[in-house]
């Protein structure tokens, strides 16, 4: 068996390989290439050594709010998202009529695409915010904790699946021990779920936050940045620099790479602290 895998093994990672290497090394390579350069198509670039990085830090003001917004949203969504989700998956492996349909229903709003789950909650924030005479993009709070609870809305169901799955690997020995040594079930949660389903959190905590951080879609659905880039968030703020700005095409392309660097050092960070307290079975 080793020996048919080890022949026929370029052939089934060859394909996968090439795709890879044509779909997102090499773009990435190029995009960081551009970063160095002033363009406005790759033909015509010319090299300005980290003028862009410079003007992304200092001559856009909006980057930096940009930046400063995502991450307070960040941490809120990841938060409230996991806590939630935790909190809905304890209650869906108990004993109780109907856990599967509710399951079902919880995991829905992860199957509607980004753009119109935007609109969706647009109509509905407008049509609450309408009886007090102002919408979402009034106040750049209510913007904030509008794309708060979509994402809420939107992945809550998504992480109480990998919970459950987590919470049902349990062996069901250690929760009789505990019973038995008469264990509160605050204690029982505490000092073995938790910590039993530490490869769940480290999971669903990285999906939260790097969906957090790239968000998109439902920013520019749900707020466009209004009122004033105020509710902008990175991932569009890159959008507006490369596309909706003459000449900032290579300032775009820095962010981007800035934005890139700035997941990579989260996520790992965050893979290493939670991944250190994942208990071994």
Not at 115 to 138: E, K, M, P, Q
Not at 193 to 217: A, E, G, Q, R
Not at 218 to 230: D, I, V
């Amino acid at each position: 068996m080793n020996t048919s895998l080890k022949k026929y093994f370029p052939i089934f990672v060859l394909p996968t390989l090439l795709a890879f290497i044509l779909a997102f090394i090499l773009p990435f390579v190029i995009g960081v290439g551009l970063s160095f350069t002033e363009f406005t198509t790759v033909e015509n670039a010319s090299f300005n050594g980290v003028q862009n990085y410079i003007r992304a830090f200092t001559t856009d003001t909006d980057f930096l709010r940009s930046l400063g917004f995502t991450a307070a949203f960040t941490i809120v969504s990841v938060v409230t998202v996991n806590v939630f989700a935790f909190m809905l998956s304890l209650a869906l492996t108990r004993s109780i009529r109907g856990t599967n349909l509710f399951r079902s229903v919880f995991f829905m709003p992860n199957l509607i695409g980004g753009i119109v789950l935007g609109y969706i909650w647009n109509l509905l924030i407008n049509g609450v915010l309408s009886a007090f005479g102002v919408d979402i993009t009034f106040k750049t709070e209510y913007g904030f904790w509008g794309l708060v609870i979509l994402t809420n809305w939107q992945l809550i169901g998504y992480m109480m699946v990998i919970y459950i799955a987590g919470l049902q690997n349990i062996p069901t020995s250690l929760l009789e021990a505990a019973s038995i040594d008469g264990a509160s079930s605050f204690k029982t949660l505490m000092k073995i779920k938790i910590p039993m389903v530490m490869p769940s959190i480290t999971i669903c905590t990285f999906l939260t936050l790097t969906n957090s951080f790239k968000m998109f879609d439902q920013n520019l659905a749900l707020t466009a940045g209004a009122p004033e880039k105020t509710t902008e968030m990175l991932a569009l703020n890159i959008y507006n620099t490369f596309y909706g700005r003459v000449g900032w095409q290579g300032v775009g392309q820095a962010k981007a790479v800035v934005f890139f660097v700035i997941v990579a050092i989260i996520a790992f960070f965050q893979l290493r602290l939670t991944g250190s307290r994942e208990v071994e079975h």
